[in-house]
C-alpha cells in the first residue's frame, strides 16, 4: 500500500511541477532539491520569493 501511495505523490508532484514551470511569474523559483547522487528530491523544494530591494 505504502508503494502505491508514493507512487501516486510522485505522478502528483511531477504534475504540479509541470503545470508550475509553465506558469510561475517572474521571480518566483520552486524547483526540487537534489539528492547528493544528482537526483531530483521531489519531497524536499526551494522556493524564493521576490521582495523589496535588500530583503532576504
Known sequence: ?????NEIM????????KKWRK???A??????????DGTMNMK????EI???KGTV
Open 1 to 5: 500500500m505504502e508503494s502505491s501511495s
Open 10 to 17: 510522485m505522478v502528483r508532484l511531477n504534475q504540479e511541477r
Open 23 to 25: 506558469s510561475s511569474m
Open 27 to 36: 521571480g518566483f523559483i520552486a524547483k526540487p532539491s537534489l539528492n547528493s
Open 44 to 47: 524536499k523544494w526551494r522556493c
Open 50 to 52: 521576490p521582495g523589496p
